[in-house]
């Protein structure tokens, strides 16, 4: 009985160390090769974008620009290669809560996109990655009960007007970062 379950065992360890993924030498090599010099952010002709109010077009363009100026912040020179690179973020979801949504409703933060690097003198794709995700998680102090919550959620988003999308930028650029610093 006890050599069956060693068996098993080791048969369903050996069946999870296979799933294991691996990432390919060559992307980690080429992306090494390449340093960011210039980021380049697009909206999909069918992004989903929520929680901009009375003037979306205004606001979502004030919240691709803290994107933009973060991810310039952040991103340029990574990895360190001495090929000049661009990178080429296409957005899919722009979803920045407004502050009375996030105090109130608990309404989340999200950014969904493409994310191409791409030789910045030829323009051929040097590497991409299909779904890059950056989210800034709304309900703080849930548990304590509603009026602690909303206390909490109240002083977290208090500051800069644009502290919602800076928070939301953060994220996805620390998640474009691993990426392209991959080992």
């Not at 369903?12 to 380049?40: K, N």
Request: proline content about 3%; some cysteine; hydrophobic content about 40%.
């Amino acid at each position: 009985m006890r050599i069956v379950r060693f068996l098993t065992l080791l048969l369903l360890a050996a069946t999870l160390a296979s799933c294991v993924t691996t990432t390919d030498p060559r992307l980690i090599a080429a992306l090494q090769r390449t340093s960011v010099r210039e980021i380049r952010i697009e909206l999909a002709p069918d992004v989903k974008t929520f929680g901009f109010g009375d003037k979306p077009d205004q606001q979502v363009q004030e919240a691709v620009r803290t994107l933009q100026a973060t991810m310039a912040k952040e991103l340029i020179g990574v990895p360190g290669g001495s090929t000049r690179g661009r990178l080429v973020v296409t957005l899919h979801v722009f979803d920045v809560t407004t502050k009375q949504a996030r105090i109130i409703g608990g309404h989340d933060s999200m950014i969904d996109g493409t994310v191409r690097l791409e030789d910045a003198k030829t323009r051929q794709l040097i590497a991409e990655a299909q779904n890059i995700h950056g989210e800034d998680l709304s309900m703080r102090g849930s548990g304590y009960g509603v009026i602690v919550a909303v206390a909490i959620n109240a002083a977290t988003t208090s500051g800069a007007p644009d502290i919602m999308a800076q928070r939301l930028s953060k994220s996805f650029t620390r998640n474009v970062k691993s990426w392209l610093t991959q080992k």
